[in-house]
């Protein structure tokens, strides 16, 4: 079992930043990839970032790819997407979660667990 929390989330303009965390309990945190994922209103969820267990391998989604960086501490349990240059499009619920499978995806039927979610709302 795992537990993941989402924060930092919040209201920000167009151009701005926000780092994202995902603090994770249960199983050892280094045995599992990580995922960040997002959904807007009306929309499908769809993937941000990921990275591996080790944090040697990361994938980004062309939509965020040299605005967002995707990091972990492994000696604190933590996942973290870096947001720069935000845009009102990256409006949306920002979740983590966890793939034991040992390689990271893009596709949300991969991972195993969830957080709760952190809203990003980013103004015009």
């Known amino acids: 079992q795992v537990h993941l929390v989402e924060s930092g989330g919040g209201l920000v303009q167009a151009g701005g930043s926000l780092r994202l965390s995902c603090a994770a309990s249960g199983r050892t945190f280094s045995s599992y990839a990580i995922g960040w994922f997002r959904q807007a209103p009306g929309k499908e969820r769809e993937f941000v970032a990921a990275i591996s267990w080790s944090g040697g391998s990361t994938y980004y989604a062309d939509s965020v790819k040299g605005r967002f960086t995707i990091s972990r501490d492994n000696a604190k349990n933590t996942g973290y997407l870096q947001m720069n240059s935000l845009k009102p499009e990256d409006t949306a619920v920002y979740y983590c979660?966890?793939?034991?499978?040992?390689?990271?995806?893009?596709?949300?039927?991969?991972?195993?667990?969830w957080g709760q979610g952190t809203q990003v709302t980013v103004s015009s």
């Open positions: 979660a966890a793939d034991f499978r040992g390689g990271i995806g893009v596709r949300a039927g991969t991972y195993d667990y």
